[in-house]
T-cell receptor, first 114, second 109 residues
Framework: GAGVSQSPRYKVAKRGQDVALRCDPI?????LFWYQQALGQGPEFLTY????????KSGLPSDRFFAERPEGSVSTLKIQRTQQEDSAVYLC????????????FGNGTRLTVT | AQRVTQPEKLLSVFKGAPVELKCNYS??????LFWYVQYSRQRLQLLLR??SRESIKGFTADLNKGETSFHLKKPFAQEEDSAMYYC???????????FGTGTRLQVTL
């Protein structure tokens, strides 16, 4: 594969709608990370998977955010009842090891909540 | 809590001039520090990490635990160095990187 693939690239949602963001990591990468990047800020950690196990979800900002990676490959980040403050770029990254291994990022999904 | 500070939002230098992108961190333990870079219309990618002690694209960075800094340096800037640079900290607790807010480097002729 060419790299980490994220879809959609852009998503516009009305406030209150649910959205699902997809991440297809590099084949064989055990670790998968989700980050949120607000305008003018650096990426902020949301959650971490090792294979199918979600080992750290300490960065998820509220219970409206949910992530899964059921077969240890593709991951989905779901945001329920979107709010304007959820507008950001959502980045997915994968790696062979933990976060101190080189992270391979996708192009991100830009979510705009109107 | 750990924090990474990049004090400059924008750094503009002339081609051939030296570059220093500042990064300071707050963490009392033994950190691992990284520089990630995002070129225009490309994805975020690893530039270098302090444990490798290597020079990538002419850039070097030395971890200074006394000053809690990890500044990125290059003696002669090139136009292709223009990009967004993020400093990142790994503390080993919870598997995450803590990123700074980034510095945009603009190299002009």
């Amino acid at each position: 594969g060419a790299g980490v693939s994220q879809s959609p690239r852009y998503k516009v949602a009305k406030r209150g709608q649910d959205v699902a963001l997809r991440c297809d990591p590099i084949s064989g990468h055990v670790s998968l990370f989700w980050y949120q990047q607000a305008l003018g800020q650096g990426p902020e950690f949301l959650t971490y998977f090792q294979n199918e196990a979600q080992l750290d979800k300490s960065g998820l900002p509220s219970d409206r955010f949910f992530a899964e990676r059921p077969e240890g490959s593709v991951s989905t980040l779901k945001i329920q009842r979107t709010q304007q403050e959820d507008s950001a770029v959502y980045l997915c990254a994968s790696s062979l090891g933990t976060a101190n291994s080189p992270l391979h990022f996708g192009n991100g999904t830009r979510l705009t909540v109107t | 809590a750990q924090r990474v500070t990049q004090p400059e939002k924008l750094l503009s230098v002339f081609k051939g001039a030296p570059v220093e992108l500042k990064c300071n961190y707050s963490y009392s333990g033994s950190p691992e520090l990284f520089w990630y870079v995002q070129y225009s219309r490309q994805r975020l990618q690893l530039l270098l990490r302090h444990i490798s002690r290597e020079s990538i694209k002419g850039f070097t960075a030395d971890l200074n635990k006394g000053e809690t800094s990890f500044h990125l340096k290059k003696p002669f800037a090139q136009e292709e160095d223009s990009a967004m640079y993020y400093c990142a900290l790994y503390t080993g607790t919870a598997s995450k990187l803590t990123f700074g807010t980034g510095t945009r480097l603009q190299v002009t002729l």
